[in-house]
């Protein structure tokens, strides 16, 4: 299983970023897929998950209106549209296959002015 996530950056309050994640290793277009983040000395929490097919989406409350999953089985890539982007969504962004225990090495977001 690898998990190569990309896309993250420095953004100012308010703005937006799209993250990425390339996936192999695993029949892609049959698992969830999940967005997790963790932030400095705090746990890794779930941010988002889509369905296998995507017709299903599930978001945290923090970034319920703010930030959208997709994903697309040819390529076998899953995203995360970032908008409104705050300071406290400063955090390392991982994407996992739902049902497996592997986990890319992350991007870095800094939303900061």
């Known amino acids: 299983v690898q998990l190569v996530e990309s896309g993250g950056g420095l953004v100012q309050p308010g703005g937006s970023l799209r993250l990425s994640c390339a996936a192999s290793?695993?029949?892609?277009?049959?698992?969830?897929m999940r967005w997790y983040r963790q932030a400095p000395g705090k746990e890794r929490e779930l941010v988002a998950h889509i369905s296998s097919d995507g017709g299903r989406t599930n978001y945290a409350d923090s970034v319920k209106g703010r930030f959208a999953i997709s994903r697309d089985n040819a390529k076998r890539t899953v995203s995360l549209q970032m908008s409104s982007l705050k300071p406290e969504d400063t955090a390392v962004y991982y994407c996992?296959?739902?049902?497996?225990?592997?986990w890319g090495q992350g991007t870095q977001v800094t939303v900061s002015s």
């Open positions: 290793g695993f029949p892609f277009s049959s698992f969830g």
């Open positions: 996992k296959a739902a049902p497996l225990p592997s």
